[in-house]
């Protein structure tokens, strides 16, 4: 807890040192909206359903960093050999809390940009196999690149979230999202 609170004084400081005397072209805060596509890692994996908030500050009309939440409900139904699915089957929810930093390439309407987060991810999995339910819960500290671009207030990414493993199966999924911001923009 100390260390967070250090870090927490220590980007404090920097984000006013960095702001005086700065000449920005877009708005310092913005909140990220954004509702996706989650493809989970493994053999007999389906898709499902991610949705993020992310509110931004921006240090430079280049650099933002920030706090994603996102939740992501994913599926996973276990195949034999010949590609015939099994009656039984696992459904796991994932919920992050990661710190996030992008990089954007220009200042122009169209920004592309590449990003990072790392934080934890919490994730409870049910095992739903002949009549007999098992539900099992875990939370890991993760990583997640990410690219994409914004056009106007309108951004998209593909993010890869190394989120680790629940039992015998990966939490790990590439999420490709839509979504639009509030705030940032031009000034």
């Known amino acids: 807890m100390k260390t967070i609170k250090i870090l927490t004084?220590?980007?404090?400081l920097f984000v006013v040192i960095n702001g005086i005397g700065q000449d920005y072209s877009f708005k310092r805060f913005k909140v990220d909206l954004a509702a996706g596509y989650g493809i989970p890692e493994g053999f007999g994996s389906k898709a499902g359903a991610i949705l993020a908030l992310?509110?931004?500050y921006a240090l430079t009309d280049n650099i933002t960093v920030g706090l994603r939440f996102e939740a992501a409900v994913l599926s996973r139904v276990p195949?034999?050999?010949d590609g015939n699915y099994f009656e039984d089957g696992d459904v796991s929810a994932s919920a992050s809390y990661l710190a996030t930093t992008d990089y954007y390439f220009n200042t122009n309407k169209f920004r592309p940009f590449?990003?990072?987060g790392a934080g934890v991810f919490r994730s409870a999995s049910a095992n739903l196999s002949g009549g007999t339910d098992e539900t099992l819960n875990s939370?890991?500290?993760?990583?997640?690149p990410r690219a994409g671009f914004e056009w106007g207030h309108f951004r998209t990414a593909i993010e890869y979230n190394l989120a680790g493993k629940t039992g015998e199966f990966s939490n790990n999924y590439l999420g490709i999202k839509i979504g639009f911001f509030f705030g940032g923009g031009r000034k």
């Open 9 to 12: 004084a220590l980007l404090s």
């Open 54 to 56: 992310e509110p931004k």
């Open 79 to 81: 195949m034999d050999v």
């Open 114 to 116: 590449l990003g990072l």
């Open 139 to 144: 939370s890991h500290f993760g990583f997640m």
